[in-house]
């Protein structure tokens, strides 16, 4: 079993920053993927971005590259979300999920069901 806890959201203004992590217990980061999705009020979840171990290589939506760098520390079992240029548009719950299997397919890890274990959720305000 894997538990993940996000941390770091919060009220920011326009054109600020925020850096959210993802701690996970139960389980070290070594194979598969930690992803980060967001769902706003009224709206499906959406992919933000994803991390795979074995490569270190990372995958952006195109709504955050540029501005969103996702990372992690192997040793602290923890992967961040840094998120610069925010913009109203970004508010929402923001969730880290893992999917441990060492081989998925690029493209079916843009989408929730690749993932197994999903974090509570911390929730992005970005005001106008």
């Known amino acids: 079993q894997v538990q993940l806890v996000e941390s770091g959201g919060g009220l920011v203004q326009a054109g600020g920053s925020l850096r959210l992590s993802c701690a996970a217990s139960?389980?070290?980061?070594?194979?598969?993927?930690v992803g980060w999705f967001r769902q706003a009020p009224g709206k499906e979840r959406e992919f933000v971005a994803f991390?795979?171990?074995?490569?270190?290589?990372?995958y952006y939506a195109d709504s955050v590259l540029g501005r969103f760098t996702i990372s992690g520390d192997s040793a602290k079992n923890t992967v961040y979300l840094q998120m610069n240029s925010l913009q109203p548009e970004d508010t929402a719950v923001y969730y880290c999920?893992?999917?441990?299997?060492?081989?998925?397919?690029?493209?079916?890890?843009?989408?929730?069901?690749?993932?197994?274990?999903w974090g509570q959720g911390t929730q992005v305000t970005v005001s106008s």
């Open positions: 991390l795979t171990w074995s490569s270190g290589r990372t």
């Open positions: 139960g389980r070290t980061f070594s194979t598969g993927a």
């Open positions: 999920a893992v999917d441990v299997r060492a081989l998925r397919s690029i493209a079916t890890r843009y989408t929730p069901r690749a993932y197994d274990y």
